[in-house]
């Protein structure tokens, strides 16, 4: 069973609209989340990182975490072209704090 | 600030042969890790290391080592490539160990063995 999953998509939305990135894990004891974006070619970049239960707010970008359901979900807000890319969900190891388990990522595509 | 950097960008090598990646944490930031990402997949953990030891290996095999240096930068061995090390690798640091340990990637070093 796989760590963290996520759907690979593609996840197509228009250009200003909402899109939602969703991810599940399946150890109960993560304490660190975050959400990193690659663009094709390109190394990941950190978005954002949540750490408790709600809602973490940063410009477009809105992390919620839910740690009864061992969901993580990433928002963005009038979605760009220039958001196309790969979203990466990522949780730190339960025995291992420094270890980062990534899932597959989600590919998102922004109509103009 | 300068980020993460890494070195080479990209490397071509052959099966058999041996290769050295190196890595230069931001500035200020003692823990260096390694990951591998294959097409399509996510980063991979292969190593960490904070204040020159060793703090955790993730499931690779011993042709996999590191180490670092008094400067914090780090560099990554591979022995005896094999058509499947074909990857991106890239080196993350952060400045703080522990739960809320936050890694900051560089560019990456892609290796193509034919």
């Known amino acids: 069973q796989k760590e963290v999953e996520q759907n690979s998509g593609p996840l197509s939305v228009p250009e200003g609209a909402i899109a939602s990135l969703n991810c599940t894990y399946s150890?109960?004891?993560?304490?660190?989340f975050f959400w990193y974006r690659q663009y094709s070619g390109k190394s990941p970049e950190l978005i954002m990182s949540?750490?408790?239960?709600g809602d973490k707010e940063d410009g477009r970008f809105t992390a919620q975490l839910n740690k009864a359901s061992q969901y993580v979900s990433l928002l963005i807000r009038d979605s760009q072209p220039s958001d196309s890319a790969t979203y990466l969900c990522?949780?730190?190891?339960?025995?291992?704090?420094?270890?980062?388990?990534f899932g597959s990522g989600t590919r998102l595509l922004v109509r103009p | 600030d300068a980020g993460v950097t890494q070195s080479p960008t990209h490397l071509i090598k052959t099966r058999g042969q041996h290769v050295t990646l190196r890595c230069s944490p931001i500035?200020?930031?003692?823990?260096v890790s390694w990951y591998q990402q294959v097409l399509g997949q996510g980063p991979q953990f292969i190593f960490q290391?904070?204040?020159?030891?060793?703090?955790g290996r993730g499931n690779f095999p011993d042709r996999f080592s590191a180490r670092q240096f008094p400067n914090y930068s780090s560099e990554l061995n591979v022995n005896a490539l094999l058509l499947g090390d074909s990857a991106l690798y890239l080196c993350?640091?952060?400045?703080?160990?522990?739960?809320?340990?936050?890694?900051?990637f560089g560019p990456g070093t892609r290796l193509l063995v034919l």
């Open positions: 949540i750490y408790s239960n």
């Open positions: 500035s200020g930031h003692k823990s």
């Open positions: 993350a640091s952060s400045t703080q160990v522990g739960p809320k340990e936050t890694q900051y």
């Open positions: 990522a949780v730190n190891d339960k025995d291992s704090s420094y270890k980062l388990i």
């Open positions: 290391y904070y204040e020159k030891e060793e703090r």
């Open positions: 150890d109960r004891v993560s304490q660190s």
